[in-house]
């Protein structure tokens, strides 16, 4: 998930995670917020899905979306958070190999 939204829909029924989850979030991130990831990470730990988590202490929603900019929605292109983000999804990805 990059600067995903983690809570689930009401009107959905969930099943449990059954793969290893990379999660790459912008710390600054007022969309999707610190306690909406917090308690994703929660169901995944009680699910006992494997995760991770790598927080960009400078991005916001949709860091890594070249055509973001609507900083007073906390919508943002942050170009050295995406160019990290890709480099931990390359990385999550060859260890899966």
Not at 32 to 56: I, V
């Amino acid at each position: 998930s990059i600067y995903g939204h983690y809570d689930m829909p009401s009107n959905v029924i969930s099943k449990p995670i059954k793969t290893e989850v990379l999660i790459l979030h912008g710390y600054k991130d007022p969309v999707s917020t610190m306690e909406e990831l917090d308690q994703f990470q929660q169901s995944l730990d009680r699910e006992g899905t494997p995760w991770q988590t790598c927080l960009y202490g400078e991005a916001f929603h949709a860091f890594a979306t070249p055509s973001a900019n609507d900083p007073s929605n906390g919508v943002l292109y942050n170009p050295t958070c995406a160019q990290r983000a890709w480099k931990q999804i390359k990385h999550f990805l060859e260890d899966r190999r």
